[in-house]
């Protein structure tokens, strides 16, 4: 299995600064197809997880622009350029190349 | 609107098969590339991968599991159909349907509100 770790596990962040959350994974997550199976999720407080962000880099729809990713093989970076208090939560990283899906251990954001 | 919800027992006996159905609305299971998976997390644990079913039947199951899962899908209901047996307390949970708008390169991108389910004598 691919085994996904994510650090910082614990990030205290301030309103309007940058943050930014680390995923690596095990094997390299490029595809034959030139794109990275990587997804990132976040799940705020007694919700379900929400999707921001798959093949590494793409925003899903409906997520603001000042979340992006990057990255490449396995080495992947979630980025949000300026925080704001509904950003608090625990973000995942996820492998999509192979089965079984693999989640990273969450990391979880809060406000200093 | 994509709508997604999980139904089944709240409580399951150890050795009992656990039963949970995804029913969906908003789009099709016939459509090509589209999938419903199911993820868990127990609690304050993170989120762990289950299974995924795809338009054309194809399924993916975790390992670790295959000998105790099995997803279908009902078009015509649409539903998704998550059977696990022999549940232990370690599968006590919140189990989350989601569907996955193409294969699953674009990620899960719609996700139910869960349902827990606690496996306790």
């Known amino acids: 299995d691919i085994v996904m770790t994510q650090s910082p596990l614990s990030l205290p962040v301030t309103p309007g600064e940058p943050a930014s959350i680390s995923c690596r994974s095990s094997?390299?997550?490029?595809?034959?197809?030139?794109?990275?199976?990587l997804d990132w999720y976040l799940q705020k407080s007694g919700q379900s997880p929400q999707l921001l962000i798959y093949?590494?880099?793409s925003r899903a729809s409906g997520v603001p622009d000042r979340f992006s990713g990057s990255g490449s093989g396995t080495d992947f970076t979630l980025k949000i350029s300026r925080v704001e208090a509904e950003d608090v939560g625990v973000y995942y990283c996820?492998?999509?190349?192979?089965?079984?899906?693999?989640f990273g251990p969450g990391t979880k954001v809060d406000i200093k | 609107q994509i709508t997604l919800k999980e139904s089944g027992p709240t409580l399951v006996r150890p050795t009992q098969t656990l039963t949970l159905t995804c029913t969906f609305s908003?789009?099709?299971?016939?459509?090509?590339?589209?999938?419903v998976g199911w993820i868990r997390q127990p609690p304050g644990k993170a989120l762990e991968w289950l299974a995924y079913?795809?338009?054309?039947?194809?399924?993916r199951n975790s390992p670790s599991l295959k000998s105790r899962l099995t997803i279908t899908k009902d078009t015509s209901k649409n539903q998704v159909v998550l059977t696990m047996i022999n549940m232990d307390p370690a599968d006590t949970a919140t189990y989350y349907c989601?569907?996955?708008?193409?294969?699953?390169?674009?990620?899960?991108?719609?996700w139910g509100q869960g349902t827990t389910v606690t496996v306790s004598s």
């Open positions: 989601g569907r996955l708008p193409y294969y699953s390169y674009h990620g899960m991108d719609v």
């Open positions: 996820m492998q999509a190349l192979q089965t079984p899906r693999t």
């Open positions: 079913i795809y338009w054309n039947d194809d399924k």
């Open positions: 908003g789009f099709s299971l016939t459509t090509s590339g589209v999938g």
């Open positions: 094997q390299s997550l490029l595809h034959s197809d030139g794109n990275n199976r």
């Open positions: 093949l590494g880099s």
